[in-house]
């Protein structure tokens, strides 16, 4: 026999999210929660024990992904998977991830108590980890069950500390000897809700956005160098300066962007100068450039078109100049066949909702490209994420594990592929 009961005292959304964040709670009111720490191993056997008390079975892969199974009667073992990840950025806050988890838990929980077992198996996810906030490395949970990572990933790496990876792997329950990087062949739908991160929703007064596109991301370090030189004896026509050069550059691609791009979003966020001192013209200065946008085509138009602006311009000014691209993913097309119910769902509860792509990275880009993965997102309060002032109204966290759970429903109650 099942037991349903899980613990009363945290029977809501908002009690279940304040009871995680004490797992790794900073000062301010943010959480610290990384990779294979003691605050993560906590926030994991908790999740487990709940779990387990609300009638799931529990279990973690070989890398630290905890899920809950709920065993479908049918005998195709197709299994929907729903959730989000556990760890969080240094001092984020606590929604990002953890309200995926909570939530998926939650709906899960309703069901089962409410109709019993279901047709197909679901499976709530604790992924361990998205952010790369530890060790230089992201997307660990999905991309293990997609079995795009092998121990070679990980061999070199360390965090801050010099500890290496596979140490705190160990450390945590999870030997490298067991590691198995197969792909997962039994999924045959993730559902993933997550906060906006973004202020669209919350500007526009809409309260579930259906995610069609996760962006790509094109991400450069261009290096520009010139002539170093008196600040005062240097007449202006006759320098070569770097620094003049890179802020042309900016204005001009960020012009670009705006006007012939629309929806492109170009990104400069550092600047870094050399000798870096007030009265010396700079003998080379580096930028970064993050571009991202939901079609690849236009992705690498812009980039192009932006390498090639530049090149020329130097050529000009005689500036040299040096790009190199460090990350290059694609933009991912989400399922969007349950948009149409889910719409219907949202209009039936009185809900307003918009399709819209997302421009931050999440689980479902990873899993996305390769089972049908549902992604939407609920408000964040003024768009603030990764800080202890994330914030969603607890009506807004409730709206999305009612879609949740009727989504879960139609796909594996009902069956609807
Ligand atoms: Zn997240």
Redesign the pocket.
């Known amino acids: 026999m099942l037991n349903l009961c899980s613990s009363e005292k945290y029977k809501n959304v908002q009690h279940y999210l304040d009871w995680l964040a004490t797992f790794g709670e900073t000062a301010d009111g943010g959480v610290t929660r990384l990779l294979y720490t003691e605050e993560w191993q906590a926030a994991q056997h908790a999740l487990k024990e709940e779990m387990r008390e609300i009638g799931m079975d529990p279990y973690f892969d070989k890398v630290g992904n905890l899920y809950g199974r709920i065993e479908g009667f049918q005998e195709e073992k197709q299994v929907i998977l729903t959730g989000?990840?556990i760890d969080t950025v240094v001092n984020g806050g606590k929604y990002?991830?953890a309200y995926g988890v909570i939530a998926s838990l939650l709906a899960a929980k309703m069901l089962f108590e409410q109709y019993g077992r279901p047709r197909k198996t679901i499976e709530v996810v604790s992924l361990c980890e998205?952010e790369g906030s530890r060790f230089p490395l992201t997307y660990w949970g999905s991309k293990n069950i997609t079995g795009e990572y092998s121990l070679e990933d990980i061999k070199q790496l360390e965090d801050q500390n010099g500890i290496l990876f596979q140490d705190a792997m160990g450390k945590a329950g999870f030997p490298i000897a067991a590691y198995k990087g197969d792909k997962r062949s039994d999924i045959e739908h993730f559902i993933e809700v997550?906060i906006e991160q973004g202020a669209i929703l919350e500007k526009n007064n809409i309260d579930i956005g259906f995610v069609t596109h996760i962006v790509g991301q094109h991400r450069y370090t261009i290096q520009f160098m010139g002539e170093s030189n008196h600040a005062g004896t240097t007449p202006m026509e006759e320098r070569k300066d770097p620094m003049v050069f890179a802020a042309n550059c900016i204005d001009a691609l960020t012009k670009i962007a705006k006007e012939e791009y629309p929806g492109l979003r170009a990104t400069v966020g550092s600047i870094n100068a050399e000798q870096n001192v007030s009265n010396v013209v700079a003998k080379t200065v580096s930028i970064t450039l993050d571009i991202r946008h939901h079609q690849e085509g236009i992705l690498k138009k812009y980039s192009d078109e932006i390498l090639q602006m530049i090149t020329e311009k130097a050529n000009e000014s005689g500036i040299i100049c040096k790009a190199e691209k460090w990350a290059d993913s694609l933009p991912v097309a989400l399922d969007t066949s349950l948009h149409s119910t889910m719409e219907k769902i949202a209009k039936n509860n009185g809900l307003k909702s918009v399709q819209m792509v997302s421009g931050a990275g999440?689980d479902s880009q990873i899993l996305g490209a390769h089972y049908p993965t549902t992604l939407f997102f609920v408000p964040s309060q003024k768009g603030i994420s990764h800080s202890p002032l994330e914030f969603t109204k607890v009506q807004d966290l409730e709206h999305g594990i009612l879609l949740l759970k009727e989504v879960l429903y139609k796909l594996a109650y009902e069956g609807v592929q």
């Open positions: 989000s990840h990002d991830g998205e997550h999440h």
